[in-house]
């Protein structure tokens, strides 16, 4: 609605007849009003457990690097992808590595304590700040050129129904955990079981105005005014619902129905969702949006790749055992496919009303809660990112200095134009955002 009122405004400023208006819904330089201001977006994808890093990180820095096994999915986007090493979470305190790792991961800042008791160390309870994809939502939201509907959708893929600090990564402010959504069934109805009701609305009301018109004609006058009176409210929420469907200026998506939801349907859950996320940023329900697959200590059992052990599990076997070594790199291959199958819709569905695709204006982010999982290493934690949504220099390998990961919040920030300087605990925000920017 903000875009449409804005294009309006246009029109009136220089003296155009509404009447142009269909014409000039899809002029690039309108698409966020005079001005032609790009649309925007994040996605955060997650998956657990660490990676096996010699099959992970290409051994080249720069433009000129080669894909590993676990990333080999992004072969056909290396041009558009970014992959980070050497950025660590250098948040310690409270709770155990797991813990720490999802709980710190976008919020930068130490876990509160709790009562909460994990494997080792001390227990601890929820994020003691906000994460940055909410920070950015809520930056976006003060702008009615860039609110939308919801600000942000949480999609989450097998995350357990349990509320814990091993199953939440997006935080509304301190104590405040986003619970994601698991249930594509359930994603669908809050994002499209409003249009389906005011359908069946519609219907009714176009219903009951044909059943007053024929009553009109054989009462009083007395009771045809009770009757007029009607027909005005029925007019009324007519006109309601048409203003409301406005909002909606895409189709609604088809999923497949049936879908149970539990652990060997992982690969048709994650499509769904895939195509749900991707028709809210076609339809611009949301700019921001994070992908959550199972949660830190995931013990997720891929049997489709013919893995029956869980993953947690494997992860904690010793780097000599290479049968849990190919094993747990085949399962990061899969994960990266997701991404990979993320990026191709995104880049296959145009910019509704403005330039290139959606993946030119978005940008993916593939991290993790641990660099290492049988060390529980909060070094070196993969942070790979796909597409031009905020400005980053990609078709690149970086190689960093240990740098706190903070910083690398900060730069998600600044790429929306958010110029804060500190995010999380303030002690590793120093030198600003990361020098990725092209």
Same mark, same amino acid.
């Given at each position: 609605?903000?875009? &449409? ?29 005079? +001005? ?5 977006? #994040? ?16 051994? !080249? !820095?720069?433009?000129?690097? %080669? ?11 290396? %041009?558009?992808?970014?992959? &980070? ?33 994990? +494997? ?88 009951? %105005? ?12 007395? *009771?045809? %005014?009770? &009757?007029?009176? =009607? ?9 309601? #619902?048409?203003?409301? +469907? ?17 652990? /060997? ?9 895939? $195509? ?7 339809? /611009? ?23 029956? $052990? ?15 070594? *190919? ?20 880049? $296959? ?8 695709? #959606? ?9 993790? $809660?641990?660099?290492? +999982?049988?060390? =529980? ?62």
């Amino acid at each position: 609605m903000a875009e &449409l009122n804005t294009r309006r405004e246009f029109l009136k400023t220089i003296g155009a007849s509404a009447a142009v208006l269909p014409l000039i819904c899809g002029l690039p330089s309108l698409a966020e009003g005079h +001005g032609g201001k790009r649309k925007q977006r #994040l996605i955060i994808m997650f998956s657990p457990d660490g990676v096996i890093q010699e099959n992970f990180w290409p051994d !080249e !820095e720069g433009t000129d690097f %080669k894909l590993k096994e676990s990333l080999k999915p992004l072969e056909p986007f290396k %041009k558009q992808t970014a992959i &980070l090493h050497g950025v660590c979470d250098k948040i310690r305190g409270d709770g155990d590595g797991h813990m720490r790792g999802i709980g710190c991961l976008l919020t930068g800042i130490e876990l509160f304590p709790g009562n909460v008791q994990g +494997g080792s160390d001390t227990p601890a309870g929820w994020s003691s700040g906000i994460s940055i994809d909410q920070e950015i939502r809520n930056f976006l939201q003060k702008d009615p050129a860039t609110r939308t509907r919801y600000g942000s959708l949480e999609f989450g893929v097998m995350v357990p129904e349990r509320a814990d600090t091993w199953t939440r990564m997006s935080y509304a402010g301190p104590n405040q955990p986003v619970a994601p959504i698991s249930d594509p069934y359930q994603m669908f109805g809050r994002l499209y079981g409003r249009v389906k009701d005011q359908e069946t609305l519609k219907s009714v009301l176009d219903d009951l %105005k044909e059943d007053i018109g024929r009553v009109r004609s054989n009462v009083s006058a007395s *009771d045809r %005014k009770i &009757l007029d009176d =009607h027909t005005t409210l029925v007019r009324e929420l007519e006109l309601d #619902l048409k203003n409301t +469907g406005k909002e909606l200026a895409h189709a609604v998506p088809v999923i497949e129905p049936g879908v149970r939801i539990d652990n /060997d349907n992982m690969p048709a859950i994650s499509r769904l969702q895939i $195509e749900l996320l991707v028709n809210s940023f076609t339809g /611009d329900l949301t700019r921001v949006a994070t992908l959550q697959y199972t949660n830190s200590v995931g013990e997720s059992r891929h049997r489709w790749l013919g893995i029956n $052990e869980g993953q947690h599990s494997l992860s904690h076997e010793p780097d000599t055992n290479k049968d849990a070594q *190919d094993k747990l790199t085949r399962i990061n291959k899969w994960y990266c496919e997701q991404l990979a199958y993320l990026a191709k819709r995104l880049a $296959e569905t145009p910019e509704p009303g403005g330039q290139g695709s #959606l993946l030119d204006n978005t940008t993916i982010v593939w991290t993790n $809660e641990l660099g290492k +999982g049988n060390s =529980h290493t909060p070094d070196n934690v993969p942070w790979v990112m796909v597409g031009g949504g905020l400005g980053f220099q990609m078709g690149k390998s970086y190689k960093f200095p240990r740098v706190a990961h903070n910083r690398l919040l900060l730069s998600f920030a600044h790429g929306f134009g958010h110029r804060i300087t500190k995010f999380g605990n303030p002690d590793f925000c120093g030198e600003g955002p990361l020098p990725i920017f092209s």
